[in-house]
């Protein structure tokens, strides 16, 4: 059973920055990425990775957020800076792994940003 778990959300006040993590039961993912979902809204995309390093960004997080990736320790990490009140959300890890052309998704729990003063 494939299991990712997040860590690293919590309140923080508008500027701030926080760090979160995923940390993967497997290794042998390709894609690994955090999306958000805001009351409602639908979850999107904030950032991805692929194994070899390769990142992509929301325009709406670009410049803010960096995405990295630690082999080794099964991790991805989501630096976030300077943050917003619309960051505000629920992010969520993802993590794709191809088996025979066919994608499989993973999902982590969530764990709750909120951007306040």
């Known amino acids: 059973q494939v299991q990712l778990v997040e860590s690293g959300g919590g309140l923080v006040q508008p500027g701030g920055s926080l760090r979160l993590s995923c940390v993967a039961s497997e290794t042998i993912f390709s894609t690994m990425g955090w999306y958000r979902q805001a009351p409602g809204k639908q979850r999107e995309l904030v950032a991805s990775?692929?194994?070899?390093?390769?990142?992509n960004y929301d325009d709406s997080v670009k410049g803010r957020f960096t995405i990295s990736r630690d082999n080794p320790k099964n991790t991805v990490y989501l630096q976030m800076n300077s943050l917003k009140p619309e960051d505000t959300a629920v992010y969520y890890c993802?993590?794709?792994?191809?088996?025979?052309?066919?994608?499989?998704?993973?999902w982590g729990q969530g764990t709750q940003v909120t951007v306040s003063s």
């Open positions: 993802n993590a794709k792994k191809v088996v025979i052309f066919t994608t499989y998704n993973y």
């Open positions: 990775i692929t194994s070899g390093g390769s990142a």
